[in-house]
Nanobody
Framework: QVQLVESGGGLVQPGGSLRLSCAAS????????MGWYRQAPGKERELVAA???????NYADSVKGRFTISRDNAKKVVFLQMNSLKPEDTAVYYC?????????????WGQGTQVTVSS
């Protein structure tokens, strides 16, 4: 059974930092692309950052230069380091995994962790 468990969310002041973690189980971690989406109230879920099984990364324009995604394949964890946080970063952040083979794409989601940026 696939499980993705996020942690590290919370309340932080503008300009502050948080580090989100997503621990995976039930998958061959190194064979999966990993990433983070977020969803703010009244808005659609949007991709924040992604990292492929090979380590390539991409980011939403709104977080480039402030957020960094990384992965530890040995520990089966993906991280999202968030610096210079802004009120507009407030959202529920969801970890996901995606694996594509010749015939199908498998996607799983975590339960989400709340990030609130406010003074």
């Amino acid at each position: 059974q696939v499980q993705l468990v996020e942690s590290g969310g919370g309340l932080v002041q503008p300009g502050g930092s948080l580090r989100l973690s997503c621990a995976a189980s039930g998958i061959i971690f190194g064979s999966n692309d990993m990433g983070w989406y977020r969803q703010a109230p009244g808005k659609e879920r949007e991709l924040v950052a992604a990292i492929t099984s090979g380590g390539s990364t991409n980011y939403a324009d709104s977080v480039k230069g402030r957020f960094t995604i990384s992965r530890d394949n040995a520990k089966k964890v993906v991280f999202l380091q968030m610096n210079s946080l802004k009120p507009e970063d407030t959202a529920v952040y969801y970890c996901y995994r995606r694996r594509t083979d010749l015939t199908r794409t498998l996607t799983s989601w975590g339960q989400g962790t709340q990030v609130t940026v406010s003074s």
